[in-house]
């Protein structure tokens, strides 16, 4: 049973357009809700993260957007560049689960030049 | 500061033979993780560690065992290795404060052949 439900699996995106992933949860215990990145032949590494007390950060041109109503989160990412086409992964964790993540099965960017 | 490191890099097996993937950290991180990258199936939780001498079993443990003996170290090893085993290893460390980062080792590549 997957926890974390991510989509798309594939989104091409021009250069400069917004690239948009959403992901959704049924653990309402889930506190914590990153977003990670990963290139080709790296591991993955953390973008940006949010908890449930707050509906939207901003780091740069990378967005998380989190409806806790509806058990939903996003990452927007604005004039979005070749250099961003990478795999993208949400998660979710909980102090209660010794903050293992449970990680969606990822979106594969391309932003065309 | 080498951040996470794993050792070998790529590796082939037959099947039935065994090895060991070595992880070292040194961050000083409580919580080390190994996980298994395969396509469409995202990052999967192998097996965990939260404190130096302790593991427990994540989401497909099976084939698998591990050993922390010291903090910096997380040992995963492979006794009869299968096809199936044929994957990408990541290794994780973080901490159960702050960020919650996990921070990720470059990989390991195995074939079984």
């Known amino acids: 049973q997957q926890q974390v439900k991510q989509s798309p699996q594939s989104l091409i995106v021009q250069k400069g357009g917004i690239s948009i992933i959403n992901c959704a949860y049924e653990?309402?215990?889930?506190?914590?809700f990153p977003w990670y990145q990963q290139f080709p032949g790296k591991g993955p590494a953390l973008l940006i993260a949010?908890?449930?007390d707050v509906s939207e950060k901003k780091e740069g041109r990378f967005t998380i957007s989190f409806n806790k109503s509806a058990k939903q989160f996003s990452l927007h990412i604005m004039d979005s560049q070749p250099g961003d086409s990478a795999t993208y992964f949400c998660?979710?964790?909980?102090?209660?689960?010794?903050?293992?993540?449970?990680w969606g099965l990822g979106t594969s960017l391309a932003v065309n030049p | 500061n080498a951040g996470v490191t794993q050792t070998p890099k790529f590796r082939v097996l037959k099947t039935g033979q065994s090895m060991t993937l070595l992880c070292a950290q040194d961050?000083?991180?409580?919580?080390m993780y190994w996980y298994r990258q395969d396509p469409g199936m995202g990052l999967r939780l192998i097996h965990y560690?939260?404190?130096?001498?302790?593991?427990a079993k994540g989401e497909v443990p099976d084939g698998y065992n591990v050993s922390r003996l010291k903090k910096q170290n997380f040992l995963l090893g492979l006794e009869s290795a299968a096809p199936s085993q044929t994957s990408v290893y990541f290794c994780?460390?973080?901490?159960?404060?702050?960020?919650?980062?996990?921070?990720f080792g470059p990989g390991t590549r195995l074939t079984v052949t």
């Open positions: 998660a979710a964790s909980s102090a209660g689960n010794n903050r293992k993540l449970i």
């Open positions: 653990n309402t215990a889930f506190d914590y």
């Open positions: 961050m000083n991180h409580e919580y």
């Open positions: 949010i908890r449930p």
């Open positions: 994780a460390s973080g901490t159960p404060m702050g960020r919650y980062e996990q921070y």
């Open positions: 560690s939260v404190g130096e001498g302790t593991t």
